[in-house]
């Protein structure tokens, strides 16, 4: 089944560390996207990618770093500098040409800072 | 100004009511129009793309108008299972695409 994963579920988090989310898609789609939410709020760009080896910040970049090395993965990390990580982060991807261009969305990861 | 506003509600309804939701947007480039329902703790589903003649799938009617930038999502004879939060969504085209949110407005319905 085409779909996109995102892994682990939940990720508990040590101050002045990095960690890494997880993000793949077997859609084909070109555009990737990360998003965080947090209680209450609406979903706020992280980063996004349309292509391989390409990628652009959002709204909230400060803090997070991605990579997009191949089409089917953009994984985000959190590193340290992020001073208020924790939130819920959702991945999605979609395509940018054609009649479809909606997103579909991984289940997302619950990442708490302990 | 945020690009996609939304009237954060919440809207408490009763069954069978009939709701509107709208929502707004700031760029003129925006190509692409979504609607979007979040249950809580879940992830966002897509629930109906939104064309400029208007769609509607079941007790859901979407509409768009351009010349004003704003879209409308109505919902009729509401049910319990639509509580939820619905998520209106702008792709904007054109150098790079770009997907963005509107904060969302809360539904409750209740018996």
């Known amino acids: 089944d085409g779909g996109i994963t995102q892994s682990p579920k939940y990720l508990f988090r040590k101050e002045g560390q990095n960690v890494t989310l997880s993000c793949e898609q077997n859609?084909?789609?070109?555009?990737m996207y990360w998003y965080r939410q947090d209680p209450g709020q609406g979903l706020r760009l992280i980063y996004y990618?349309?292509?391989?080896?390409?990628?652009q910040k959002g709204d909230i970049a400060e803090g997070y770093s991605v990579s997009r090395e191949k089409k089917e993965s953009f994984p985000l990390t959190v590193t340290s500098a992020q001073k208020n990580p924790t939130a819920f982060y959702l991945c999605?991807?979609?395509?940018?040409?054609?009649?479809?261009?909606?997103?579909?969305f991984g289940q997302g990861t619950r990442l708490t800072v302990v | 100004r945020k690009e996609v506003e939304q009237d954060p509600g919440p809207f408490n309804v009763p069954e069978g009511a009939t709701v509107a939701f709208n929502c707004t947007y700031s760029?003129?480039?925006?190509?692409?129009f979504f609607w979007y329902r979040q249950d809580c703790r879940k992830e966002p589903k897509l629930l109906m793309s939104?064309?400029?003649s208007g769609n509607e799938d079941g007790r859901f009617t979407a509409q768009l108008n351009r010349a004003s930038q704003y879209i409308s999502l109505l919902i009729r004879d509401s049910k319990l299972s639509d509580s939820a939060t619905y998520l209106c969504?702008?792709?904007?085209?054109?150098?790079?695409?770009?997907?963005?949110f509107g904060a969302g407005t809360r539904l409750a319905v209740h018996p």
């Open positions: 969504v702008v792709n904007r085209l054109g150098g790079y695409n770009k997907l963005i």
């Open positions: 859609l084909n789609h070109d555009a």
């Open positions: 999605a991807s979609s395509s940018i040409v054609g009649s479809s261009l909606e997103a579909f």
């Open positions: 939104v064309y400029s």
């Open positions: 990618s349309q292509i391989v080896n390409d990628f």
């Open positions: 760029n003129s480039a925006s190509q692409s």
